[in-house]
């Protein structure tokens, strides 16, 4: 048998062999291949572009209708993975924590709230809650015939304000009621005996205005204060929200 051959033959062999290679690389699928635009590009494996440049390392342009960029994953999975907490300009959410624009306070204002226990040993005055612009909720409790009292004050700033009074007593009663509070007052918004009333929600709405006529901004916040006592305790909570409107 003549060995002759052979080596013609394993030079076509590894010919073919590069041939189909090369083939595979231009059609788009695999590791190592050529990236066709225009194209499904498929491969299980993660492409990686770095360099040191100014410029963005990935320009995408659409001047149709379309998007610049798509990116999707499964469900419950995020679509993007960045490594900066630097602000994105122009970079619009219709989601922050999973809520909605219309879950925050909308223009100018804010949103907080606090609560806490105090023995019914004593009678100092505690700092409930801040409005700012407004004035500071303060929480009193104190032993009254044998059980612990409540209360609540409201301390004005230096606006002249309404007050709109809406009460829930744990007796399912409601009481409505609107005044006028001047500034630098204590107003008391509620007072409860644990002999009698045990707990109360109150919520109260407060609008002042500054300006002059033809350019006068209007200041509401809204406060809900929540109150509960027994013999040895009294549980004080409060949230308050604020907005501005007007020039």
Known sequence: MQLTNLKPVAIGVVAAAAVIAITGAASGSGVGA???LGKTNKVNATSSLTGSTTNPMLSVTNSGPGTALSLQVR???????????GQVAKLNASLLGGLAASAFVQGGGQSRSFGFLMSTGSYAQKKLLAVPGFGTLNAICAP????GAAV????????????????IYSSSSVTLSSSPMTPDTNWQFALLNGNGISGEWER???????????????HMATLDVMADV???TCDFDATETTSVSGP
Request: glycine letters at 12%; proline letters at 2%; aromatic letters at 10%.
């Open 34 to 36: 050529i990236f066709n």
């Open 75 to 85: 469900a419950g999975k995020a679509p993007l993975r960045v490594n900066s907490s």
């Open 144 to 147: 009254a015939s044998g059980a």
């Open 152 to 167: 609540v004050g409201f301390m004005t700033g230096a606006h002249f304000m309404e007050r709109f009074v809406a009460s």
């Open 204 to 218: 109260v709405i407060l609008r002042y205005t500054t300006g002059s006529a033809g350019s006068v901004t209007t």
């Open 230 to 232: 027994d013999a040895t």
